[in-house]
Structure formats: structure tokens, C-alpha cells
């Protein structure tokens, strides 16, 4: 395996190969399940150099496909994101695709060769879960189970709390796109360690005192979640929850706060009042685009009096202040001495692991 040199945080060439091997083989988290809502709904993302369809069919579900005519090659849509009613159609020569994905229309279909109608668009594998769409470019990957089971065991053991914060259910009620200057394992590794909270997350540190000693939820004891400041009654800036505890939060778990890290794409906060969700979408070795979502429970998201203010701002001041700290890690890769300028402290232990983790997937 590679060393970890700085070329793995700054070259194309190591870009276009976790593309391949990590975006391009594991289940991505791409959107969240509302933003495909209803029969015909569509999105367009970029994963592991391809361009993948995302369509809601008229029983409910999604269907993944490749953006690519199965005539001669065309994309299908360029749009992000819209509604292609009944069926998909390629504007070149007309050819008609099913919501599914299967091809249903073809001009003189009687001239072309026998097997034409197989033609179906390549698809690709796609779940839902926690309320956000999951694709993985292998249209025989396993479950995404198994990609995130042994996360949640190694991170919660025995006590998963996820299922009590009931997230499926929850509304995006506040959304934050970042356009990171960074590789995104440098955010990763940013996120694997609470070295950093006591220098730069003054305000994480108030809400979660666990933060300001080195080891903050996802590196700390297993199964365990931070308690919140002593008088703190919520996870906010002011110490006060926006909302009511969600209703399957159990008493113990009023005043806790867990993190989990689902490599390669996606984090989640879990507190008494609300979810946060971020997604890392890689965008090429130096820049990576984060979508950050907080999630409420219906009843609070549609009170038009609602403001999750108080609460976005928490996490939304230590992101920043992450990215900034990620940005000067990108320029200083770019250095000839960035190599032998690493030393890790007993916090950092996670690094390691996440790139062992990131060299076994790049094994081919
Ligand atoms: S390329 Fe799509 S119909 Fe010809
Ligand atoms: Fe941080």
C-alpha cells in the first residue's frame, strides 16, 4: 500500500482512484428521501465518475440508473433535480424509458436489430434508510447493512441508540451546503480526533464540557454519548433545546449527545430534540462539497413559528471552524515537508484507522 505521502491528498491520479475503488464501490449517502417526493421525481448526482439517475416509480419506489441512453450514449438529463412525469425520454432520437428504467419506446423499433428492446437502461443499486437515499454504483452490492453494522457496533456496542431518534421520520428543517477547499479524508481526519475541541470549538466545548478533554463522543469510551453541560437543559448555543424531546428518546438519553461517523460519506448527530446530518460529496483532491441538514420532528418542522436558530448555530459555528482548520491542512499538503510533519497524539488513534480503512478499500 501507498505511504501516506501528501500526493494522496493533493493528486488527481489518487483522487481518480478512491473515485473508483471507494465512491464508486461503497453505498453513498446522495440526498435526503423528500427530495425526491413523488412519482416521477428525479435527481441527477455525480458518484465514482458517473452520472446516476435517481427516480421515484409510481409504487413508491426509487429506481438508480446510469444517465446514458442505451441507443448511442447520450446523457439523458442534465438537470439536478425535476420531474420527468410518466416515462424518460431521450431527446436525440427518441427513444422511451419506463420510470423503472426499462426501454419501452423506440422509433421503428421493427428496422433496428433483434435485442433492441432489452436495451434497458444499466441500473444501479439504491435503499433508503433514515430517511436519505443511499446509491452504490454496483447493481450487485450487498446490503448497505453491511457496510454500516460493523460502524454502529464498533461505535455504540450493545447500545445503538439511532432507532430512538426515530430519524426516518424527521423533516429537514434547516439546510447548509460548505464548499470545503480540502480532500475530504483531511475532513475525515479532522473528524476523527477531539485533539482540536479544546483549541477551536469554544462553543462545542460550552454545550459538550466532554469535548474539551481530548476525547469527544466518536473516539471516547464505546457505546457511551457526552452529557451535556451541567446546566444545560438543550444542545444549542444557549444551552436550552428548540423543541420537545423526541417522543421515543428515552429518560436517560434526555440530555445526551451522540456522534457516529459512517465513512465514507456521511456523520450524524444525534440529540435529545433533534438529528443532524452531513454528507461529504467529494468533488475532486482539493475540494469537497458538505451538506449539513437538520432534521425535527413533523409537529415542530411545520409550526410556522418555529426557528431552529439556536440550534443550527451550535454546530454550524464548529463546522466552519473545522473547515477552516481543514483548509490549512490542505495548504500545508501541498508542502514537500508535509510528510514528516505528522505526529499523533493517544486522541488521534482513529486517524489510523481510517486509513487503514480507506487501504483496504483501495485494494482492487
Ligand atoms: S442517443 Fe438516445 S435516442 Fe439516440
Ligand atoms: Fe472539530
Known sequence: MPLWTSDRYTSQEAFDLESQRIFGRSWMCVAHSSDIPNAGSFIRV?????????????????????????????????EDQGDFGKSIRCSYHGWTYGLDGRLVGVPWRDKLPPGTGDRHL?????????????????????????????LIRDRFGETNPIAHYETERLKVTHKITYDVRANWKILWENFDECYHCLTMHPELCAAVPQFRGG????????????????????????????????????????????????????????????????????QGPDRTRVVGEWLF????????????????????????????????????????????????????????????????????
Open 215 to 282: 476525547y469527544g463522543t466518536v473516539t471516547g469510551p464505546q457505546g457511551l454519548g457526552a452529557p451535556l453541560a451541567d446546566e444545560a437543559t438543550g444542545f444549542s448555543m444557549s444551552g436550552r433545546p428548540v423543541a420537545p424531546t423526541l417522543p421515543k428518546v428515552p429518560a436517560e438519553d434526555e440530555r445526551t449527545f451522540y456522534g457516529i461517523l459512517l465513512w465514507p460519506n456521511v456523520s450524524i448527530v444525534f440529540v435529545p430534540d433533534h438529528v443532524f446530518c452531513m454528507r461529504l460529496e467529494p
Open 46 to 78: 455525480e458518484l465514482g465518475g458517473e452520472s446516476v439517475l435517481l427516480v421515484r416509480n409510481r409504487s413508491g419506489a426509487l429506481a438508480g440508473m446510469l444517465n446514458i441512453c442505451r441507443h448511442r450514449g447520450a446523457q439523458l438529463c442534465l
Open 122 to 150: 444499466h441500473s444501479v443499486s439504491v435503499t433508503e434508510w433514515l430517511g436519505y437515499v443511499w446509491v452504490n454504483l454496483d447493481e450487485k452490492a450487498s446490503p448497505l447493512s453491511e457496510q454500516v453494522d460493523p
Open 297 to 364: 420532528h413533523p409537529d415542530v418542522a411545520d409550526d410556522p413559528m418555529f426557528s431552529p436558530e439556536d440550534a443550527v448555530k451550535v454546530l454550524d459555528v464548529t463546522n466552519r471552524e473545522d473547515f477552516d482548520a481543514c483548509e490549512r491542512v490542505q495548504l500545508g499538503a501541498h508542502s514537500r515537508s508535509f510528510d514528516d510533519s505528522q505526529v499523533y497524539s493517544p486522541f488521534e488513534h482513529r486517524i489510523d484507522e481510517f486509513r487503514s480503512w480507506v487501504d483496504a478499500n483501495l485494494v482492487q
